[in-house]
């Protein structure tokens, strides 16, 4: 069998889940990969770091070293290395970003915390657990294209998450439910929560275009469209993302 494959489409001002394909057949696998799965994003989870350091008050001009730097871990070093070991000396957080480089990534993750980048993720809409280790700034935390779709929906949405009054943090599936005499069952409406300063949604946004215009996402532009979103792979291309608005 080949790769499997999973896709997410979600309406960012509703909530609304627009599409999703689970699998390659429902007859063979009742499997949703899209909903059940849970697989390392890689670099696909470095806007929740980004989002993390803007709330804290870094400034996307602030440059930072490309180069192995060792990271204490209190009884070990951490020395993450980029892809290719190929490495760009003094960047800016914007261009860490446009060219998704990981050592620049592991500084940011060590300044704001771990912590602080787990609690960004699920402020934004991330249900599964994370555990604030110094590599989920690299996307070594399993997650699943729902939710990776539903937190970057609020980067589209100028930093609001859209809930539903029935079912709170979850994506919307259902409208309402109605008896044939016309009575509702169950009104599921949305309810809007500020999960990021409007800024900061803002600065990624504008990051994440740069993204798509200059950087790793290239061939997810859309001509004549504005479009933003981050690509991720983990080792091997045992895992390809993208996620994008």
């Given at each position: ?142 997650v699943n294209p729902l939710e990776l779709a539903r937190a970057y929906s609020a980067f589209a949405n100028g930093g609001y ?61 859309l001509t004549g469209w504005p479009a933003a979103g981050k690509t991720g792979t983990t080792e091997n291309y045992g895992d390809a993302w993208f996620v994008g608005y």
């Open positions: 069998a080949g790769p499997s494959a999973a896709l997410v489409a979600l309406d960012p001002a509703t909530g609304n889940v627009l599409a999703m394909v689970g699998g390659r057949n429902y007859s063979q696998s009742q499997f949703n990969l899209a909903a059940q799965s849970r697989r390392q994003p890689g670099s696909a989870f470095k806007p929740f770091v980004l989002a993390a350091a803007l709330e804290e008050g870094i400034s996307p001009a602030t440059h930072f070293v490309s180069k192995r730097v060792p990271i204490q871990l209190g009884d070990r070093v951490w020395m993450p290395s980029n892809y290719d070991d190929t490495y760009l000396g003094d960047i800016s957080l914007v261009d860490a970003t446009v060219h998704s480089d990981n050592t620049v990534y592991a500084q940011l993750t060590q300044l704001v915390g771990p912590r602080a980048v787990a609690r960004t993720a699920r402020r934004l809409g991330v249900t599964s657990r994370l555990n604030a280790y110094f590599a989920i700034g690299l996307g070594a935390e399993a998450r859209i809930d539903t009054t029935t079912f709170g943090n979850r994506p919307r599936v259902i409208d309402e439910v109605q008896k044939p005499s016309g009575d509702f069952v169950l009104r599921n409406d949305q309810v809007s929560r500020r999960v990021l300063e409007p800024r900061s949604a803002a600065w990624v946004n504008t990051i994440l275009q740069e993204v798509l215009r200059s950087g790793t996402g290239t061939r997810a532009a």
